[in-house]
């Protein structure tokens, strides 16, 4: 994986006139005091309250979440989205519209929270090391399992024989028990990025070592 | 082969261009424009779909966010001012 930053990512990209506008009217009225920020910051809410409303039906649905903290969720996402984009309006760099990025705060947020939620719910410990659960989280098909049992071993052999202590604890967590990575991080105090990232060489370290013992082919790259 | 090894393929294969979250996330309302300008985002920020590709959490974002945007584009956007 790339080192954070290696990518020469365009940092600023042109809108349109009309956006750049309506772009500078939202800072300068969320920079602003008294009514004019008043005003800005329900209008602002109501926006984020919509685009969290929807993600919260989008994930509820997936995740098969009902009741009334399904829309407490939005409320509350879109309050601590609005207190966030209040608090780092002078860092939007107007590479796109307004409202975009501030959506992106509130996508999170939502996420975080159903995540969360959803976690709870489940009674899943993130440390419960059931091996029987790998073919299912695999998607493979119950009437496989038998066909299949060699390759779990093996997945499971090159778990405790190739991977680092930490890199074991966040594959049972995100792969055998399906535990969301923010909820993860958040349970070991670590970035998502640092999470992803020791998963991401975790996946290589396995993938080589199956690869090695016959059970894969070389991974073929674009 | 029977193709259940598929999803242990989807899991183990990595990109050396996957550019992990952090710079995913810090691009993400660009790309996500760009995705609903129908522009080919993929092909300014390789690295960034790579990373969508195999990032379920950062991948479910760009879905919502793409749908905030469009749902936006729909309804007419809020005017400031
Ligand atoms: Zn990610």
């Given at each position: 994986m790339k080192s954070e930053g290696s990518e020469s990512l365009p940092q600023v990209r042109v809108v349109s006139p009309e956006v750049a506008r309506e772009n500078r009217a939202w800072v300068d009225d969320l920079s602003s005091n008294g009514d004019r920020r008043e005003f800005a910051s329900r209008r602002l809410y109501e926006v984020l309250l919509r685009a969290a409303r929807a993600e919260v039906g989008r994930r509820a649905a997936r995740l098969r979440l009902v009741g009334p903290e399904v829309d407490d969720i939005a409320h509350q996402a879109a309050a601590d989205a609005l207190l966030a984009i209040c608090g780092k309006v002078?860092?939007?760099?107007?590479?796109?519209k307004f409202t975009t990025w501030a959506y992106k705060f509130v996508i999170f947020d939502v996420a975080a929270k159903v995540n969360r939620h959803f976690w709870q719910r489940s009674g899943?410990?993130?440390?419960?090391?059931?091996?029987?659960r790998l073919p299912a989280r695999l998607g493979i098909e119950p009437e496989a399992h038998a066909e299949s049992r060699e390759l779990m071993q093996a997945v499971h052999r090159a778990v405790d024989e190739n991977l680092t202590a930490k890199q074991r604890i966040v594959f049972v967590a995100l792969?055998?028990?399906?535990?969301?990575t923010d909820v993860l991080a958040d349970q070991l105090g670590a970035t998502q990025n640092a999470i992803y990232k020791m998963m991401f060489d975790a996946r290589r370290k396995l993938r080589t070592a199956l690869v090695d013992a016959g059970y894969l082919a070389e991974q073929q790259i674009a | 082969m029977t193709g259940w090894p598929e999803g242990l393929e989807r899991l183990l294969t990595t990109d050396p261009r996957d550019v992990g979250c952090d710079t995913a996330r810090a691009v993400l309302h660009v790309y996500v424009e760009l995705l609903a300008a129908g522009i080919d985002a993929a092909e300014h920020y390789p690295g960034v779909a790579s990373h969508l590709a195999a990032c379920d959490a950062c991948a479910e974002a760009a879905d919502g966010l793409l749908a905030a945007v469009q749902d936006e584009g729909l309804h007419g956007g809020p005017q400031p001012g």
């Open positions: 002078e860092t939007f760099r107007g590479d796109c899943v410990a993130f440390d419960d090391d059931d091996w029987d792969v055998l028990n399906g535990m969301p | -």
